[in-house]
């Protein structure tokens, strides 16, 4: 690969923001056919070096080659016409127009007097879709595409100029197994025609499927290139944190207490249909499924946010009716949920105050909230989660993505809950964090609490886990102890393989 | 409090400041009064003037911590001095002399509650924005004005009532007074109870605030009684003493509250504002107002002067908010 010319060249890009050395001496090349994976642990650069890259940040040292020709890059607008096109991770599209429209967005091709010249613009976008082989056509309205398809828009997009470097921000966040096949077909043939990709993601088991070298960065700092065949997941781990995660298998058994939370028959529309189960105080069970299987929908059916079209749902053995979060919380059912910042946390407020809100009611002298009884409670959770913050004059939105999780997981704690579910508990949250995250959950299940643990990571599940509930299509497909567990009968169960054996 | 807290809640306090500078070495070259313009007696006016707006502006800063807004205070205003006036014209109310007053004003707040009550409830069970539900409630709410007394004025004079108004105590004025009292009051609702930090919460993050169990829906219907109560009581307050309200007062009222609310840095959103730096935008209007007028502008001069200030503050506050986005991350 010496021979040949990269596509694209960064040397020794360094920015620094107040306080902070975001950038320190980044190096970073891309060849021509090649899958270049950058790794790192959340606010280890990787965001930057890519705003570097597309013009939105000035580097404070450091230069871009573009076919070994120095470029300066100043808009992404600007880095597109120059071939290197951004594909995020949060899609930014408009629902309302056509699949066309938001692939030329900015750059509707026009006839004479700033009319649009419809018949080009749909005949350019069904060029690109035929090459993506996708199933929708240029006229389809997005907000009825499916996020999956909303992305192929997004790549489509990139494609309206011939790249040369392709740059793929957490690709696969919020695709289905089915949805992947078909986004890493299009990078295959991105690849067969010399384009460079950059792919940035967290997981490796992607990462080792498609890409051919990996780089790491670790707090700004540029840690090694591997090359993907040569190397395992241990050594990405290691360069990435500087030491490897436990992912092994639940071995830990202690007495279960009595049934807290009982499920039966539990229906909500076609969401999910006649889910039964059991959680025991001290134990973890885990919900492993497709996105959209329905695991969310059931916790949140439990935690009140959607009403049940049928079934029971039983705390300590009596039957109660929960229409709200107010009355989850009651009985003493906390959520916490898939997406903290939407639905957990009040970002711009500070760290005691979000800790406190579902009982600051509760901790009032007179008329007034009581400053001593918050920070009582707020250095209680920061000591027993051990959540890294200034003080709890923070604002939630500075902290990283595990301390922020632990506050959400705090706050619930607080209230000394029967039942705590934990919805994608490591989502976006850096891996040495994430380890911190998983013996915690262990911790509560030992102390007594009875935990649910949605994720849509494997070994996650059969790490924290004491039994495992496999769903697929709105239905408990089979239920597993940790024991019994084996990863291939459980991808069987999520795939619905077993439905047949049952019917 | 870090440089950047200080230098928002204090850049109001600042402006005030530089204003006043301003008007008082303009005024000696351009003034044809050769009154100073920080005369004593003349900064105690300019606190009575502020009242009427002022009161309710610290009552939108609340609903617009919410991320709500209420467009129908102006109208809200007028009615409620338009029953108050009234009410005391009636036979029964002029049969009890002086003791008609606290009746009268009972029957303005009365209202003021009721039409906030109307406003909170439609935002609450409908689920409509509140900018629609208040657009339509001001629309709403001025015909009701129409329909009282066509387009003549609502007038009594009462001088007692007169006499509560100009009175001053430790030199300033009744109304100002009240406006400290309000201001007072709710900074404490603000800052100290869980009413107010769920405000916040409900205003930064609605979806986060209901999955803490917080009842939005109530929570809303007392924030619009709570402004509806004060428009009124911003008009008892300020027809005390003139004694006669026109239907077309209190018109655009609701632009004025929301422009010092803006002004007092609240953001628009929701989620972020403060009691004292409302306060400071209320002053800072005034003072503006006054000052122009001083050194010999019109009212035209002054509302361009006014509408060109607060687009260059609200883009001086976006450049400084941009800079904290790039904030260390722990």
Known sequence: MSEAIPILRLEGIVKTFPGVRALDDVSFTVMPGEVHALMGENGAGKSTLMKVLGGIYAPDEGRIFIDEEPTVMTSPLQAKAKGVVFIHQELSLADELTVAENIFLGELPLKSMGRVDWAKLYGDTNRILKTLNVGFNAKTRLGDLSIANQQMVEIARALTVEPRAVIFDEPTASLTDAEKVVLFDVIAELKSRGVGIIYISHRMEEIFKITDRISVLRDGQYRGTLETAQTNEDEVTQLMIGRSLDLSRNESHHELGDVALEVRGLSCGNLFQDVSFEVRSGEVVGFYGLVGAGRTEIAETIFGLRNPSAGQILIDGQEVRISSPIDAIGYGISLVPEDRKAQGLVLGMNCRDNMTLPQVSDLTAGPFVSDGAEIAIFDQYRDKLDIRTPGWKQIVGNLSGGNQQKIVIGKWLSMHPRVLIVDEPTRGIDVGSKSEIHNLIRDLAAQGYAVIVISSEMPEVLHVSDRIVAMYSGRVMRQFTSDEVTEDSLIQAISGIEAQVLA | ?330
Do not use: C
């Open chain 2, 1 to 330: 409090m870090n440089i950047q807290t200080l230098l928002k809640q204090g850049a109001i306090w600042a402006f005030i400041v530089a204003e006043l500078i301003f008007f008082t070495i303009a005024g000696d070259f351009l003034s044809t009064s050769d009154k100073s313009f920080m005369d004593f007696d003349n900064m105690l006016l300019l606190l009575k003037q502020s009242a009427p707006i002022g009161i309710i502006a610290l009552g939108m800063t609340i609903i617009m911590i919410n991320g709500n807004i209420d467009l129908s205070v102006g109208a809200t205003f007028a009615l409620a001095a338009v029953v108050m006036l009234d009410s005391m014209t009636w036979p029964f109310m002029v049969a009890l002399g002086d003791w008609s007053i606290p009746l009268a004003w009972t029957f303005a707040l009365l209202t003021g509650v009721v039409l906030g009550a109307i406003n909170g409830l439609l935002v609450w069970k409908t689920g409509v924005d509140a900018f629609i539900v208040t657009l339509g409630s001001m629309l709403g709410y001025r015909g009701l004005v129409f329909m009282y007394n066509g387009e003549n004025p609502t007038s009594k004079l009462n001088w007692t009532l007169v006499d509560f108004a100009e009175a001053q105590f430790l030199s300033l004025h009744t109304a100002t007074w009240f406006l400290l009292a309000v201001t007072l009051v709710l900074w404490l609702v603000t800052t100290k109870t869980v009413h107010g930090r769920n405000a916040y919460a409900i205003g930064n993050n609605r979806e986060a605030a209901v999955n803490a169990g917080i009842k939005v829906g109530p929570h809303f219907l007392w924030n619009f009684i709570l402004i509806g109560f004060l428009a009124a009581l911003s008009a008892v307050v300020f027809y005390s003493e003139s004694g006669s309200v026109n239907p077309n007062d209190g018109m655009l009222y609701e632009l004025w509250a929301i422009t010092a609310v803006v002004l007092g840095g609240t953001k628009l959103s929701g989620g972020y504002g403060s009691i004292i730096s409302t306060l400071g935008g209320v002053i800072a209007i005034q003072l503006l107002r006054k000052g122009l007028g001083h050194i010999g502008a019109g009212t035209e001069t002054v509302n361009l002067v006014i509408g060109l200030i607060l687009i260059a503050v609200l883009f001086l506050d976006r450049q400084l908010n941009r800079k904290g986005k790039e904030e260390l991350k722990i």
